[in-house]
């Protein structure tokens, strides 16, 4: 994929299929150690020991209608690219967690994308959950938190259009604030 | 033969580097994967891919193709745009996929 925010949609996706109301994504940008880390982790309903053997082929699904669904299987192959590697933990009833490695400066490594707009996809495709975006670049950090958002809106529901604009906003400054340019 | 010439005879669009059209080009490489690119492409190449991210404007730069020619389509990124007419590296883009495009190529050059 042209960008890593378009892996971190697609495994958001799975965290909501599998019934989480909590997904944190925490991105550190570690140039010092010449590392990229992805965390998306979720409490949904995890995978079980057999399933999680299996996933990182990418002819492994839980999808029915397709025999492949290649999310966790792209984002490894896009970390094994450019020196990375990705990890995964799970526990059936108690959610999973994914932890994607690059070498910051690899050539063969995507970009990051565009987070803010990242963040307004997956909070229009299931609004009622907490995302929680933590960004980290330099020893500043970045930190999101969608329930913190709609307490504040009072009943508004986060994905009208104006409010999605306005988080929208609210990210894109609140990085670059931070010094993360996208 | 110049990219001026190569862009009309393909009716390839310029994405960058417009004025530097008077280039000349040898040879062509094809390749997304752009470190192998890097040790491939040879200086003066038309360099065909898929690839629009910010990292084919160094590619482009370190190996002197001399033009980066994007086949299907593909767009890039405003930035990528920007930094390409910075270093002087000339985009060119086209519907074409990249076998039809080296195709092409071969047929104008042989």
Known sequence: MKELSLHILDIVQNSVKAGASEIEIDINEDILKNLLEIDITDNGCGMSEEFLKTVKDPFSTTRTTRKVGMGISLFEAAAVQCGGYLEIESEQGNGTSLKVFFEYDNIDRAPLGNMAETMITVIMGAPDINYVYKHRKAGKEFVFVADDIKNALGGVPIDSPEILNWVKEYISEGLENAGINM | ?110
């Open chain 2, 1 to 110: 033969m110049k990219v001026s010439e190569l862009a009309a005879a393909l009716d390839l669009k310029y994405v960058s580097g417009a004025q530097a059209q008077d280039r000349e080009i040898s040879g062509c490489y094809i390749g997304d994967l752009l470190s192998w690119v890097m040790g491939r492409a040879l200086g003066g190449n038309v360099w065909i891919t898929i690839m629009s991210n910010i990292n084919i404007v160094a590619v482009a730069s370190l190996t002197e193709a001399a033009c980066v020619l994007l086949a299907e389509n593909v767009v890039p990124d405003e930035n990528v745009i920007k930094k390409a007419e910075m270093q002087d590296v000339i985009i060119l883009s086209s519907g074409k996929t990249a076998y039809e495009l080296a195709v092409k190529l071969y047929d104008i050059t042989k």
